[in-house]
T-cell receptor
Framework: GQNIDQPTEMTATEGAIVQINCTYQ??????LFWYQQHAGEAPTFLSY??LDGLEEKGRFSSFLSRSKGYSYLLLKELQMKDSASYLC??????????WGAGTKLIIKP | DSGVTQTPKHLITATGQRVTLRCSPR?????VYWYQQSLDQGLQFLIQ???????AKGNILERFSAQQFPDLHSELNLSSLELGDSALYFC??????????????FGPGTRLTVT
């Protein structure tokens, strides 16, 4: 079966750095997405990786290793507004998006 | 604002009833996706339409059905509602599907409460 694993919850301190990991096992691979979702709101797109390596976008970076079935989202200079759930999603060999359950990130002052 | 609209924003109904949720995709997007998200749960993919045709099916119950109309708006019909159907229902849209690496844009969701 297809599976995406993320930690359920993480806590970090304002101003610090946090890394949210995502491991996946899918039938084929055509890209990995990270979305941010604040409670009760719609998910919003953060980043996309299809080749191995690091993609940087301001305070957020995303890394992919296809051989290891592994990705992480790195958030720097954490702000209180970064408190949200972070969803990892993989596009499989049939171009269908498989979603992880999300990681709830709690930022403390 | 993602450009995807959903109506209604909130819906309260009784068990056994039937409701219709509506979604208008971003201008030019041909693919529409429906998701269910129960309280503190992950997104559950229900169904995808592409240019009026069903493209993929996820964990959609037989009591649920959807369609995409010629103007590309989509409706999700939920019937014989049960308490467990209470959830946020999201619609998302994206540009043409297969082979394209486009992200999905989500509407604000419809919060359904079944009492």
């Amino acid at each position: 079966g297809q599976n995406i694993d993320q930690p359920t919850e993480m806590t970090a301190t304002e101003g610090a750095i946090v890394q949210i990991n995502c491991t996946y096992q899918t039938s084929g691979f055509n890209g990995l997405f990270w979305y941010q979702q604040h409670a009760g709101e719609a998910p919003t797109f953060l980043s996309y990786n299809v080749l191995d390596g690091l993609e940087e976008k301001g305070r957020f970076s995303s890394f992919l290793s296809r051989s290891k079935g592994y990705s992480y989202l790195l958030l720097k200079e954490l702000q209180m507004k970064d408190s949200a759930s972070y969803l990892c999603a993989v596009r499989d060999g049939n171009y269908q998006l498989i979603w992880g359950a999300g990681t709830k990130l709690i930022i403390k002052p | 604002d993602s450009g995807v609209t959903q109506t209604p924003k909130h819906l309260i109904t009784a068990t056994g009833q039937r409701v219709t949720l509506r979604c208008s995709p971003r201008s030019g997007d041909l693919s529409v996706y429906w998701y269910q998200q129960s309280l503190d749960q992950g997104l559950q993919f229900l169904i995808q339409y592409y240019n009026g045709e069903e493209r993929a099916k996820g964990n959609i119950l037989e009591r649920f059905s959807a369609q995409q109309f010629p103007d590309l708006h989509s409706e999700l019909n939920l019937s014989s509602l049960e308490l467990g159907d209470s959830a946020l229902y999201f619609c998302a849209s994206s540009l043409p599907g297969e082979g394209e690496d486009y992200e999905q844009y989500f509407g604000p969701g419809t919060r359904l409460t079944v009492t």
